[in-house]
């Protein structure tokens, strides 16, 4: 049900993460940023798949449907804060090396 809501925020990542390169006229190129933005992205929402959504899906199958969406939904917004926090690093250290 989910799962094409997060392929969505993923080029939503890209694209945010290639217009910020663009934005700020970094000399390396704009698909470097948007590549790793979208890994850094899928690799958060791996993690929480395998180590939090898994398990949690296996013991409330059936009797809690809304904890499992939750869950799902949980592991979206902490890439998304993730990222958020990586691009502002990232940002930062540019305008340090300038």
Aim: aromatic letters at 16%; a positive charge; charged letters at 10%.
């Amino acid at each position: 049900m989910l799962g094409g809501l997060g392929g969505l925020i993923a080029i939503a990542v890209a694209i945010w993460f290639y217009r910020t390169a663009v934005d700020i006229n970094d000399p390396k190129s704009p698909f470097v940023w948007a590549f790793n933005g979208a890994a850094a992205y899928y690799v958060v929402v791996l993690l929480w798949w395998f180590l939090v959504l898994k398990p949690v899906s296996a013991n409330f199958h059936h009797t809690n449907q809304s904890l499992i969406l939750a869950a799902h939904v949980g592991g979206y917004v902490l890439a998304l804060a993730l990222v958020w926090f990586i691009r502002n690093r990232w940002i930062a250290s540019m305008k340090k090396s300038s």
